[in-house]
C-alpha cells in the first residue's frame, strides 16, 4: 500500500509542475485578450557531462564556426534574406557571439548561437521586457537557435551543439528553452542538458513581473522596466540530482 501512494504522490507532483503552468497559460490566454495578460514560462538547463549521449554524425553536413560572411548565408538561406533580420544577425556577431552553423549543399540549414559568460533573454522583443543572465565568464550560452524547416527531424541541432562541446571541452554549457516547444526540450535532455532554473514573466496591461526561481539558491520576484534588462545571475547554480521513482521506495524499506 505505501509503494502505491508513493507512485501516486509522484505522479501528480510530476504533473502538477510540468504541466500546470501551461493549463493555466492556455485557459487564461483563451479569456483575457493579448493586451491585458500576456505570461511566458522559460526553463534553464545546464550541461550533465555524466549524461551525455553517444556523438551523432550526418554525412554530407559541414558543421563549423562562422563569420561576418557567414552571417549573411544565414540571413539569406534561413531568413530569406530580410533587413531586419541582417540587422540584427550581425549585430550580434559584432557583439561578440559566435555562430555555429551546419551546411548541407552547398546552403546553410541550421545555425546556433553561443554566448560567452552571459546571455540576454528577451519577451515580446528586444525593446521590451529583457532579463540578462550571468553565467561564469567561460561559460557558453546556446541560444538563437533555428533549423530550416526541410531539415527538420534530422538532429542537425544535436550535431552542432555537439561540435560546439569539441570546440570548447572545458566549459559549461547553458542553454534556454521555451516551456512549449517540446521538440527542442526533448533534444536538449537526451544531449544531457538538466533543468537548473526557470523563469515566469507575467504581465498585465503594461506592467510585467518576473519571477526567476533556480533549483538551488535565492529565488527572486521583481518588476521590469521596458526596455531596461534585470540581472540575475546562474553562477554556482547546479542541477538537482535526478531521483527515480525507485528511490523513495528504497528509503522506505529501509
Known amino acids: 500500500m505505501k509503494k502505491i501512494l508513493h507512485y501516486v504522490r509522484q505522479f501528480f507532483k510530476l504533473l502538477f509542475q510540468g504541466h500546470f503552468f ?12 493579448d493586451r491585458v ?15 551525455r549521449s553517444a556523438r551523432r554524425s550526418f554525412e554530407g553536413l559541414e558543421c563549423f564556426r562562422g563569420n561576418e560572411g ?37 546552403r546553410i540549414v541550421g545555425v546556433i548561437w553561443l554566448y560567452t559568460g552571459w546571455y540576454l533573454l528577451p519577451w515580446e522583443g528586444y525593446d521590451a521586457w529583457l532579463l540578462n543572465i550571468e553565467v561564469e565568464p567561460t561559460a557558453k550560452f546556446f541560444a538563437n537557435g533555428f533549423v530550416h524547416p526541410t531539415a527538420r527531424r534530422l538532429g542537425i541541432s544535436t550535431i552542432l551543439a555537439e561540435c560546439c562541446f569539441d570546440h570548447y571541452p572545458r566549459c559549461d554549457f547553458y542553454t534556454c528553452i521555451d516551456e512549449t516547444n517540446f521538440p527542442s526540450k526533448i533534444s536538449r535532455e537526451k544531449l544531457g542538458f538538466r533543468r537548473c532554473a526557470v523563469v515566469y514573466f507575467v504581465r498585465i496591461f503594461q506592467t510585467t513581473r518576473c519571477a526567476f526561481m533556480p533549483k538551488a539558491g535565492r529565488r527572486r520576484r521583481f518588476k521590469l522596466t521596458k526596455g531596461r534588462p534585470a540581472e540575475v545571475s546562474l553562477v554556482g547554480v547546479e542541477p538537482p540530482v535526478r531521483r527515480s521513482f525507485g528511490d523513495g521506495v528504497d528509503k522506505m524499506k529501509q
Open 37 to 51: 495578460l500576456g505570461t511566458k514560462k522559460a526553463v534553464l538547463y545546464k550541461m550533465d557531462w555524466s549524461r
Open 22 to 33: 501551461l493549463i493555466f497559460h492556455r485557459i487564461l490566454t483563451a479569456v483575457l485578450p
Open 70 to 106: 557567414t552571417v549573411e548565408e544565414i540571413v539569406r538561406d534561413l531568413y530569406d534574406g530580410g533587413g531586419v533580420a541582417r540587422e540584427f544577425y550581425m549585430k550580434l556577431y559584432r557583439d561578440g557571439i559566435e555562430p555555429w552553423v551546419a551546411r548541407r549543399e552547398g
